[in-house]
């Protein structure tokens, strides 16, 4: 069983509709990371939160609006989204993000992802 | 920048055959090396990682040794079964500052009874 839990496993929606994605993990994580993959391609990072703060957002339409409500929980709300989104959208968390003295060597832990398409 | 690059696949081979997945990468400074292994509807899942030159991982049946003096970090298994057929990412993370990771373009394995 993986220890990332993602919520929905698939959502199909319009290009109007409102959705969110959910994504859970109760191992002290201070670090949560949102993927899009794409099929046949490794995971692209979309935003990385460090100890509930938004560190970094690798220049992701505003059509993605990230959150991430206390340490276990990360949200990706998702609003006017277009057919090339479709994708699977990736979670993942590790112990930190900025270097504080544990060493680069802490693997992240990835969910199965919520299959998204957009008609 | 840091890269990675890895062998694109598909690898097809029979079950019980002898596994390599080549990966070599170029970064500054001292990264850790990682496979992960992505089987069929799931996430990526760690599969063995190595933090130093010369540190082999293993897991699974699956090793890889961190080699420096060629920048590689090879995935090997002595008798691959159906069951190893997934995709396979190499990946390293750099040194100090933020612990981003960088993925190779992942491996595609087949193993047919």
């Known amino acids: 069983d993986t220890e990332v839990t993602q919520t929905p496993k698939h959502l199909v929606m319009g290009m109007t509709n409102k959705k969110s994605l959910k994504c859970e993990q109760h191992?002290?994580?201070?670090?949560m990371y949102w993927y899009k993959q794409k099929a046949k391609k490794p995971p692209e990072l979309m935003f990385v939160?460090?100890?509930?703060?938004?560190?970094i957002n690798e220049s992701v339409p505003s059509r993605f609006s990230p959150e991430c409500p206390n340490s276990s929980l990360l949200n990706l709300h998702l609003h006017a989204l277009q057919p090339e989104d479709s994708a699977l959208y990736l979670c993942?968390?590790?112990?930190?993000?900025?270097?504080?003295?544990?060493?680069?060597?802490?693997?992240?832990?990835f969910g199965d992802g919520t299959r998204l398409s957009i008609l | 920048g840091d890269s990675v690059t890895q062998m694109e696949g598909p690898v097809t081979l029979s079950e019980e055959a002898f596994l390599t997945i080549n990966c070599t990468y170029t970064?500054?400074?001292?990264?850790?090396l990682f496979w992960y292994v992505q089987y069929p509807g799931e996430g990526l899942q760690l599969l063995l990682k190595?933090?130093?030159?010369?540190d082999k991982g293993s897991n699974k049946g699956f090793e890889a040794t961190y080699r420096k003096e060629t920048t590689s970090f090879h995935l090997e298994k002595g008798s691959v079964q159906v069951s190893d057929s997934a995709v396979y990412f190499c990946?390293?993370?750099?040194?100090?500052?933020?612990?981003?990771?960088?993925f190779g373009i992942g491996t595609k394995l087949q193993v047919i009874p």
């Open positions: 993942a968390s590790s112990q930190e993000f900025i270097y504080r003295g544990l060493g680069n060597d802490q693997p992240q832990h």
């Open positions: 191992m002290g994580h201070r670090a």
């Open positions: 939160y460090s100890y509930e703060k938004l560190s």
């Open positions: 970064a500054t400074g001292y990264p850790s």
């Open positions: 190595a933090t130093k030159a010369d």
């Open positions: 990946a390293l993370q750099r040194s100090g500052g933020y612990q981003k990771v960088t």
